[in-house]
T-cell receptor, first 115, second 114 residues
Framework: AQTVTQSQPEMSVQEAETVTLSCTYDTSESDYYLFWYKQPPSRQMILVIR??????QNATENRFSVNFQKAAKSFSLKISDSQLGDAAMYFCAYRSMEYGNKLVFGAGTILRVKS | GAGVSQSPSNKVTEKGKDVELRCDPISGHTALYWYRQRLGQGLEFLIYFQGNSAPDKSGLPSDRFSAERTGESVSTLTIQRTQQEDSAVYLC????????????FGPGTRLTVL
């Protein structure tokens, strides 16, 4: 079974600075998807960024980018120019290509942004 | 357009009572998922519906949990004889057919079992 580990329960960043959230996963599959979701206090999960494992190029979405290291099974999220609105819980998630009915989530990282 | 909606937003019940949680997916989304999120933890998959196919119930934690879906619209998650360990936020998500990689989540229902 696949597992996702987020080793940082909480992170802080100064407004306008850059922060990196860590995620590692365990799988025996070669093709899969990885995601970062943001969950603000409203509880609504918002998709931040998505990476297909067969793509070597790291995904980017505006101020959000990932560092995908397939051999190391690492998938970190970098947030540049942090804004107050980035404060939330961030979840890393895995989706099997073959058994794609569900997402496997990590325990989450709380991100606090200081003004 | 409208997103995924869930009701109620909060539910407090007594141990042993049955509860029903409702999810309205985005119109046109044939896939629907239920997840459970315990305090301070990630989401646990519960059940998945895709159109008229048999649902994937592999995540349901016990036979006290069940879910139904009417066609490709509303879904109801039922928890019978609730226990205190059932206290959690229950999140619903939906996606287009074949796009299970992009799930849109509702705001969740916070269930508290006293």
């Amino acid at each position: 079974a696949q597992t996702v580990t987020q080793s940082q329960p909480e992170m802080s960043v100064q407004e306008a600075e850059t922060v990196t959230l860590s995620c590692t996963y365990d799988t025996s599959e070669s093709d899969y998807y990885l995601f970062w979701y943001k969950q603000p206090p409203s509880r609504q999960m918002i998709l931040v960024i998505r990476q297909e494992a067969y793509k070597q190029q790291n995904a980017t979405e505006n101020r959000f980018s990932v560092n995908f290291q397939k051999a190391a099974k690492s998938f970190s999220l970098k947030i540049s120019d942090s804004q107050l609105g980035d404060a939330a819980m961030y979840f890393c998630a895995y989706r099997s290509m073959e058994y794609g009915n569900k997402l496997v989530f990590g325990a989450g990282t709380i991100l606090r942004v200081k003004s | 357009g409208a997103g995924v909606s869930q009701s109620p937003s909060n539910k407090v019940t007594e141990k042993g009572k049955d509860v029903e949680l409702r999810c309205d997916p985005i119109s046109g989304h044939t896939a629907l998922y239920w997840y459970r999120q315990r305090l301070g933890q990630g989401l646990e998959f519960l059940i998945y519906f895709q159109g008229n196919s048999a649902p994937d119930k592999s995540g349901l934690p016990s036979d006290r949990f069940s879910a139904e879906r009417t066609g490709e619209s509303v879904s109801t998650l039922t928890i019978q004889r609730t226990q205190q360990e059932d206290s959690a936020v229950y999140l619903c998500a939906s996606s287009l057919r074949g796009r299970t990689d992009t799930q849109y989540f509702g705001p969740g229902t916070r269930l508290t079992v006293l």
